[in-house]
C-alpha cells in the first residue's frame, strides 16, 4: 500500500511540474507577442512620425499642424484592442495616408501646385477630430479614407490654369470687341 501512495505522490508531483512548465512557455510565448506587437506599432509610428517632419521640413504642413497628424498614430489604440488585425489596419491607413501625400509633393513639383497642395493639407488637419476618443474604428475605416481622398490636387499646372484664364479673357475681349465693331456697323447703316 505504500508503493501505491509513493507512485501517486510522484505522478502528482510530475504533473505539477509539467504544468508549471507549461504554463510558464504559455507566459513567455505572450509576453514574446507582446514585445513584437508594441515593437511593430512603435516602426509604425516612428515611420510615420519621421515622414510628417520630413513633409514639414519641406514647409508642406505647418510645424503647429504636425501634431495632430501625429495623433492618428497615437491614438489608434484609445478606443480600438489591441490585436493584430488593428495593427494591420493602422498600417494600411497610415500608409495610404503617407503614400497619396508623397505622390502629391511629386505631382505639385512637377506642375507647381505646391500652395495648393498646402491648402489642401490644412482643410485634412482642420477635419481631423480634437478628442482621443473620436479615433475611433469608424474614423480609421470611413473618415479617415474619405479625408485621404479630399488631398488629391488638380493634375493641370497653374501656369497652365492661369494661361487658359487669360486666353478665355483675351477671347472674350476679341468677340466683345468684333460685337461691338460690327453693332457700330449696323448702327451706321442704319442712319
Known sequence: MSY?????????????????VIENN??????????????RLKEISSHFKSKISEFVNYKLIRPKHAPQFNAIVGNFFVVQAH?????????????????????????????GNMDLLADQLFMFVSELPSAGLAYNKAFYSEILPALISRIQTPDTPVQADAQEAVQNEEESVTSSE?????????KAAAL
Not at 490585436?83 to 503614400?99: G, H, I, K
Request: proline content about 0%; glycine content about 2%; charged content about 30%.
Open 4 to 20: 501505491v501512495v509513493f507512485v501517486s505522490i510522484t505522478l502528482l508531483i510530475t504533473i505539477l511540474g509539467v504544468y508549471v
Open 26 to 39: 504559455r507566459k513567455k510565448a505572450r509576453e514574446a507577442e507582446k514585445r513584437v506587437f508594441n515593437e
Open 83 to 111: 490585436n493584430d488585425d488593428n495593427l494591420e489596419a493602422l498600417e494600411r491607413v497610415t500608409d495610404q495616408l503617407l503614400a497619396t501625400i508623397g505622390k502629391e509633393l511629386n505631382k505639385c513639383r512637377e506642375n
Open 178 to 186: 468684333s460685337d461691338d465693331s460690327s453693332t457700330q456697323q449696323q
